[in-house]
């Protein structure tokens, strides 16, 4: 059961997360909940507090943001942190950053690892990093 040692991914279509989520759940000791439908991300949400959420894709992410809408809606799910990781050449951050999503990052970018620390500490505190400059200052040139 998912806990605030936890990290729900949720990957559809992948085999497994990227080497960037792998390295930082195991370096923050924490566990990671690979979650493959939408009904079960939402029912594990509704009954526990997983540190975050860290949604995935090697396709388009605009699968993402009706799902990230509706968590981001509902008054239980919208506390729980939203972090989306993209692939080179996704052009969806405005959609996604418009639908909820904490944080966006590209996961080929060396620095991310470090970010998704900072996050995740700026999660457990309760302070807000504004999404637009972490993707500001990581954009691929």
């Known amino acids: 059961m998912a806990s605030d040692k936890t990290v729900l991914y949720f990957g559809p279509g992948r085999t497994g997360p990227s080497p960037i989520v792998s390295r930082f759940v195991e370096e923050n000791g924490l566990e990671l909940d690979r979650v493959d439908q939408v009904a079960d991300l939402r029912a594990l949400l509704n009954r526990t507090m997983p540190a975050c959420v860290i949604m995935e894709s090697d396709s388009d992410s605009a ?22 990781l993209l692939k ?25 690892f470090l970010l998704c620390m900072l996050l995740l500490d700026s999660y457990s505190l309760d302070v807000p990093i504004l999404s637009f400059h972490s993707y500001a200052i990581f954009q691929p040139l």
């Open 63 to 84: 699968e993402f943001v009706e799902i990230i809408r509706v968590l981001k809606q509902d008054s239980f799910t919208s506390i729980v942190p939203l972090m989306v």
């Open 88 to 112: 080179p050449g996704d052009d969806g951050v405005s959609d996604l950053l418009a639908a909820g999503a904490d944080d966006i990052l590209f996961a080929f970018i060396a620095e991310s």
